[in-house]
């Protein structure tokens, strides 16, 4: 079955259709990890967005349910350069057409996808069609550049209503802007009884919950579009010790006063690396962000700067002067790796275990 992918730019790339029939239209990025499609695809993050994969074989070991990031997937097609029918993995329960029909999701193989990636490049990330062939290609290109892109992406992603997920350890207030499974899991692995919260909760919500910590989520598009986020965050802060991560450490930049503006092509890959300016020390990163903060905005709030990109000096680090409060523009949680970043989880830790010894000492003074 041909498909087509029509550019708003004009440009048009026909291949071969995998996954569902429908047309689908959002955003056309690129992802450059040679691994963890599985994790991409499920990804909430990419909510609105066609993903480009760079790497040119996609789909060879299969898909499975327990590498999944959300079970409801929000991405709005795939492009790759081949589609494998035939995985070849003991952990394979579906190949990635099965999965993608099962999930409404279109892709299509056979395109160029180096000379796709080089357009974005050059001029950014640009609104696409996945479509049939025998649609006016004139009238899809005129739709792409009148239609709008979506501003309600978080609230398609995040959880309706609050859920626990009991432990032994620390109490943590995961506010789902679009929670990867990964964060869930990493505090779980560190015996937190955490409660999942919708992207509205309120402060007064939080604190209701008699949280030992606050995490914020990553999640999907422009942080200016969740005030009633930054407002939580905001009030927040001083009160309980903070951990955002991606969409979630925007937030906190936003709430404190600091800015963010969209990149030309984002940031969606893995093996970044970004210097912890504090040790001099570079980590590898996983990345999925199409906004970043600026780094003169900064300046004259109570924020700090951290970690840099290395690739481009871009703010991928921030943290309070004064109250406990960090964030990250990274993925630390990222699965299939790289883990360089795990310890920050293990920081969040530390950092709920000194709060509670300050206010011990508080209370018998």
Do not use: W
């Not at 350069?81 to 299509?108: H, L, M, V, W």
């Not at 020390?281 to 600026?294: F, M, P």
């Amino acid at each position: 079955m041909r498909r087509q992918l029509i550019l708003a730019d004009g440009t048009v790339f026909v291949g071969e259709g995998f996954g569902s029939e429908e047309t689908s239209i959002g955003e056309v990025v690129f992802h450059t990890g040679m691994t963890g499609y599985q994790e991409i695809l499920t990804d909430p993050s990419f909510a609105g967005q066609i993903v480009t994969f760079t790497y040119p074989l996609i789909g060879n070991y299969g898909v499975n349910h327990e590498d999944f990031e959300t079970f409801q997937p929000a991405v709005k097609g795939l492009i790759v350069k081949e589609a494998c029918d035939y995985p070849s993995n003991f952990r394979s329960q579906f190949t990635i057409d099965d999965y993608c029909k099962s999930k409404k999701i279109p892709g299509i193989s056979g395109v160029d996808t180096r000379k796709l990636t080089r357009i974005i490049r050059r001029y950014g990330t640009l609104k696409g069609a996945l479509c049939g062939m025998e649609v006016d290609v004139a009238k899809v290109i005129e739709q792409l550049q009148n239609q709008p892109i979506s501003t309600e992406l978080v609230e398609t992603v995040s959880t309706k209503q609050l859920y626990p997920s009991p432990g032994r350890g620390h109490r943590v207030v995961l506010i789902d802007y679009g929670m990867k499974h990964g964060i869930l899991r990493e505090l779980k692995n560190r015996k937190c009884t955490v409660i999942v919260a919708p992207h509205t909760t309120t402060a007064e919500e939080v604190l209701n919950l008699h949280p030992d910590g606050v995490m914020l989520s990553n999640g999907p598009g422009d942080p200016k579009d969740i005030p009633v986020a930054i407002q939580t965050v905001k009030e927040l802060i001083g009160k309980v010790p903070i951990f955002g991560i991606c969409l979630g450490h925007q937030l906190l930049a936003l709430a404190c006063g600091a800015n963010t503006s969209k990149l030309k092509f984002g940031h969606r890959g893995a093996n970044h690396p970004v210097k912890d300016l504090a040790t001099g020390k570079v980590v590898l990163t996983s990345q999925n962000h199409g906004y970043a903060v600026e780094h003169e905005s900064v300046r004259n709030t109570p924020l700090f700067v951290t970690h840099i990109a290395i690739n481009d000096g871009t703010v991928e680090g921030l943290k309070h002067k004064e109250h406990l409060a960090f964030s990250v523009q990274y993925h630390p949680e990222s699965s299939p790796g790289p883990e360089d970043a795990n310890y920050l989880f293990d920081q969040f830790i530390e950092m709920m275990n000194t709060n509670q010894e300050g206010a011990y000492i508080n209370e018998t003074h």
